[in-house]
């Protein structure tokens, strides 16, 4: 990313901050969000999330601009094949999941503690419009996790394959070596700009009077 297109994305968010009026809520609980399809990717809100019972699942939350108002992380994958990839890791281990939408929060470290809450196994998974992911556990602080992915640039296709299996194990009991996670130095002052432009557009979608909601998903 050169410097020419730093400043664009800059000036973008400086403008959307600047132009956009604070997000008011307005759900107040109640599911308002029509079926959305993007490309072959379509979810749909079922009302209320509930807590699960089954020991066998894993949660999996989404963040509330995810594939609402964003369709692909910061590298460009769609968000239909990063949910397949995460589904497909938790299949392996033979375990199912399920899906919710968070509208009180946009930070991942609470979307995957609440999908634990909400999971029977008491294992979940959040993860941001931009792809920065967090596998978490109901008994554990919310600032605290079990695998944190925070280098959204850095986390590929067979990345979030392995949180999928990953995440599956724990709720299995497991204690499975971590997913190994890059490091590059360089991948924040790189994409530091349009993270920023995306961090915002997520945050204005967030309501504090929406509850979470149960999604049905469906892959074309």
Do not use: W
Not at 110 to 117: D, I, T, V
Not at 121 to 127: A, D, L, T, V
């Amino acid at each position: 990313m050169d410097q020419a297109t730093i400043k664009r994305l800059v000036e973008e968010v400086v403008r959307e901050l600047v132009s956009q009026p604070a997000a008011q809520p307005t759900g107040g609980g109640v599911a308002t969000m029509t079926p959305t399809t993007v490309g072959n990717l379509t979810i749909a809100e079922t009302g209320e999330a509930t807590r699960g019972t089954d020991p066998k699942e894993v949660v999996i939350a989404l963040s509330p601009a995810f594939s609402t108002m964003i369709h692909e992380t910061i590298i460009g994958i769609p968000h239909a094949q990063v949910l397949k990839e995460i589904c497909a890791g938790i299949e392996e281990e033979g375990l199912k999941y399920r899906f919710v939408r968070l509208y009180k929060t946009a930070d991942v470290g609470f979307l995957a503690h609440e999908a634990a809450k909400l999971s029977g196994s008491g294992i979940g998974i959040g993860i941001q419009s931009r792809g920065t992911t967090v596998i978490h556990q109901k008994d554990l602080p919310p600032l605290s996790n079990v695998e944190l992915f925070s280098q959204s640039p850095l986390i590929d296709e067979a990345t979030f394959r392995a949180i999928g299996k990953n995440a599956a194990k724990y709720a299995k009991g497991e204690s499975p070596t971590p997913v190994p996670v890059r490091n590059d130095q360089m991948a924040r002052p790189k994409y530091q700009a349009i993270a920023a432009l995306l961090h915002n557009k997520e945050t204005t979608l967030v309501d504090l009077k929406k509850k979470a909601q149960g999604l049905q998903i469906s892959f074309g």
